[in-house]
């Protein structure tokens, strides 16, 4: 079946400094990729939607300019927290649309300190 | 490593009936499990959730029931009506609340 990489799986930083997640569709060209935040016990938060080649779509109260996100390619996309602070601190998934397939990634710990 | 199983990737269930997901998982040290429903162009959404504790939640026409020592979960849901059809994610989460999630399965639920 389809796998979506992600990668790190987990990452620990320091307050200020940026992180990059990295999500790839392994064995399909993904057209769509989403970006999501989980608080804990509780559901996913749509953060962004990215289609290859264009600018992200943004959820409402998500700010762009912290959470940068590039798909550049039909296989990859990335996520970049920027000047990070500890309230980012969270679990982020991925997914990857295709052909009206969708798969998860694995999921990247964050955590700032 | 697949830790969230969703061993059927389609299920076909005639209006009025029940259909019933299943999931299985690996990790004894989930305590939380979650079922999000899919529509075609859209991202999944928030369904129902059962914590270990319990064995059985209920919401509406919809029910997860759990058994922990066979590290199994399914989805009922009854009736089932046309609306449903959508693919459906289980998901599982250990003490961090970091989530693992299925691959999916494809409900159809015909008129």
């Known amino acids: 079946g389809a796998v979506v990489s992600q990668h790190p799986s987990w990452v620990i930083c320091k307050s200020g400094t940026s992180v990059k997640i990295e999500c790839r569709s392994l064995?399909?060209?993904?057209?769509?990729m989403f970006w999501y935040r989980q608080f804990p016990k509780q559901s996913l938060m749509l953060m962004a939607t990215?289609?290859?080649?264009?600018?992200?779509?943004?959820e409402q109260g998500v700010e762009k300019d912290k959470f940068l996100i590039n798909h550049a390619s039909l296989t990859l996309s990335t996520l970049t927290v920027t000047s990070a602070h500890p309230e980012d601190s969270s679990f982020y998934i991925c997914s990857a649309s295709s052909d009206g397939g969708y798969t998860f990634g694995s999921g990247t710990r964050l955590t700032v300190v | 490593d697949q830790q969230v199983k969703q061993n059927s990737p389609s299920l076909s269930v005639q209006e009025g009936r029940i259909s019933i997901l299943n999931c299985d998982y690996t990790n004894s040290m989930f305590d939380y499990f979650l079922w999000y429903k899919k529509y075609p162009a859209e991202g999944p959404t928030f369904l129902i959730s059962?914590?270990?504790?319990?064995d059985k939640n209920e919401d509406g026409r919809f029910t997860v029931f759990l058994n922990k020592s066979a590290k199994h979960l399914s989805l009922h849901i009854v009736p089932s009506q046309p609306g449903d059809s959508a693919v459906y994610f289980c998901a599982a989460s250990d003490g961090n609340n970091d989530m693992r999630f299925g691959a999916g399965t494809r409900l159809t639920v015909k008129p």
């Open positions: 059962i914590s270990s504790i319990k």
């Open positions: 990215s289609n290859e080649g264009s600018k992200a779509t943004y």
């Open positions: 064995d399909f060209q993904a057209t769509t």
